[in-house]
């Protein structure tokens, strides 16, 4: 496992359960608002290893009820499947944040995962804008098939949706939300978007960023599509 960081304890990563993050290194996604940029080449030089991960996983078990795997994507990891059937062994529920684009991985480890957090980043047809990535790389193709697997399994699902107004619309979101909900989805979460501050990059005005969340007819309309709508801001 390549290790970029580790978060002990936080209440926000794993809905309704206190849990570790373990953040893993490699991402074939070069989205435009990602806020992990340094976990994407799988070079990290960090002073956190895997070993002292589940060093630490072992004094907290009273502690945590689950362990978060984060990235970068972490099904790039060889070593995904073992590491989750570790930590469910010491007795800890497994959380998975994923794009969904190793969908062949995801199905490997359905099985030991009880909880999803899975980035929709754009309509299926639209992925190659927001995930940086050629078309002929079939990201939108893949992120759907994971959706469809999550969905037939028993693990819990929240889908999300980063609202970088240089990638998606109103618009487009509501087309992704008819789809999500036809499909079964639940939980549906609208990201606000973060500046990255990066030189070279121009940013959307606040405006932009906030029309997402002042338009209230927008907001209703997927309240009544999803069982749960959230909005995660700041």
């Known amino acids: 496992m390549q290790v970029g960081g580790f978060l002990p304890f936080t209440m926000i990563d794993y809905p309704g359960?206190?849990?570790?993050?373990?953040f893993t290194q490699g991402c074939p996604l070069r989205c435009p608002y990602c806020h992990n940029p340094e976990l994407q080449t799988p070079s990290v030089q960090t002073q956190i290893d895997w070993d002292g991960v589940l060093s630490t996983l072992e004094k907290r078990?009273?502690?945590?009820?689950?362990v978060v795997f984060s990235g970068g994507e972490p099904l790039m990891q060889p070593d995904i499947e073992q590491a989750m059937r570790?930590?469910?062994d010491m007795g800890f529920l497994v959380g998975l944040h994923t794009s969904g684009v190793f969908a062949d991985v995801l199905e490997k480890v359905l099985p030991l995962t009880d909880w999803v957090g899975l980035d929709i980043?754009?309509?299926?047809?639209?992925?190659?804008?927001?995930?940086?990535?050629?078309?002929?790389?079939?990201?939108?193709?893949?992120?759907e098939r994971?959706?469809?697997?999550i969905l037939a399994s028993r693990a819990g699902l929240e889908v999300r949706t980063t609202t970088d107004p240089r990638v998606v619309s109103k618009a487009d979101i509501l087309s992704m939300a008819d789809v999500l909900s036809a499909k079964g989805?639940?939980?549906?979460?609208?990201?606000?978007?973060r500046p990255v501050n990066k030189e070279g990059i121009v940013?959307?005005?606040v405006e932009e960023i906030t029309d997402f969340y002042t338009d209230k007819d927008f907001l209703h309309r997927l309240e009544n599509m999803f069982d749960d709508f959230r909005v995660r801001r700041g």
């Open 146 to 149: 994971a959706l469809d697997m």
């Open 203 to 205: 940013e959307p005005t």
């Open 61 to 66: 078990k009273n502690l945590l009820d689950g």
């Open 121 to 143: 980043k754009a309509p299926f047809d639209k992925y190659a804008k927001a995930s940086g990535t050629a078309e002929s790389f079939d990201m939108g193709k893949r992120a």
């Open 86 to 88: 570790t930590v469910k």
């Open 17 to 22: 359960k206190l849990s570790a993050v373990v």
């Open 185 to 193: 989805v639940k939980h549906f979460v609208l990201q606000e978007y």
